[in-house]
């Protein structure tokens, strides 16, 4: 079984201030991890992945996240906040081991950002 | 945009009413997917197909019933359904089953309240 950990329901930060939102994962495999984000009354726009190499991401927006393998993590951050920024951030999770399941992507509960100017 | 275009943005149907969202993309994609989002709750995968077979249900009751025509339409029809299905309904496409790697695209959901 694979599932996804956002432990913070709500980050506020200051706008020009660094962000992050947290994510852990827990697969039996290997990892592909997904960040997604959500505007109000929006579908999801896909924000970054991790496939393989490099464990830094970089992705849309200026946002990055760092994979940690040794602690199932992988934490979205952004050098400096926008309030355009204000949205729900999921992160998700796909066992690339995981045969005829592996197209199953499980999301996290979601973290409501604000970006207070 | 995302290229998966949901209708209608938003819908409220009584109990009896019978209704159908409707989803289409015309990105190249052979799988797609509902989901059901319901607030402070992670998304449920509902159902999936992919080249326009259902590959999963996820124990989803009956009163919702999935179509796929072809791979670029998808629809979910609703029949006598519970105030606890008012909910967003999101649709999302992705190149085929078993590229794992690859992320998937969301229409911008259909709000749907059942009154």
């Known amino acids: 079984a694979q599932s996804v950990a956002q432990p913070e329901d709500q980050v506020n930060v200051a706008e020009g201030n660094p962000l992050t939102v947290k994510c852990t994962y827990s697969?039996?495999?290997?990892?592909?991890l997904f960040w997604y984000v959500q505007y109000p009354n929006r579908g999801l726009q896909f924000l970054l992945k991790?496939?393989?190499?490099?464990?830094l991401v970089k992705g849309s927006y200026g946002f990055e996240a760092e994979f940690n393998k040794s602690q199932t993590s992988f934490h979205l951050k952004k050098p400096s906040a926008l309030v355009s920024d204000s949205a729900l951030y999921f992160c998700a999770v796909r066992d690339r081991n995981s045969g005829a399941g592996s197209y199953q992507l499980t999301f996290g509960k979601g973290t409501k950002l604000s970006v207070i100017p | 945009e995302t290229g998966v275009t949901q209708t209608p943005r938003h819908l409220v149907m009584g109990m009896t009413n019978k209704k159908s969202l409707k989803c289409e993309q015309h990105l190249g994609h052979n799988a797609m997917y509902w989901y059901k989002q319901s607030a402070k709750k992670p998304l449920e995968l509902m159902f999936v197909y992919n080249f326009k077979e259902q590959t999963e249900n996820n124990s989803v009751p009956s009163r919702f019933s999935p179509e796929c025509p072809n791979s670029s339409h998808l629809f979910l029809h609703l029949h006598t359904l519970q105030p606890e299905d008012s909910a967003l309904y999101l649709c999302?496409?992705?190149?085929?089953?078993?590229?794992?790697?690859?992320?998937?695209?969301f229409g911008q959901g259909t709000r749907l309240t059942v009154v």
């Open positions: 991790y496939i393989t190499g490099d464990n």
């Open positions: 999302a496409s992705s190149l085929q089953l078993n590229t794992g790697n690859t992320e998937a695209f």
């Open positions: 697969v039996s495999g290997n990892p592909y």
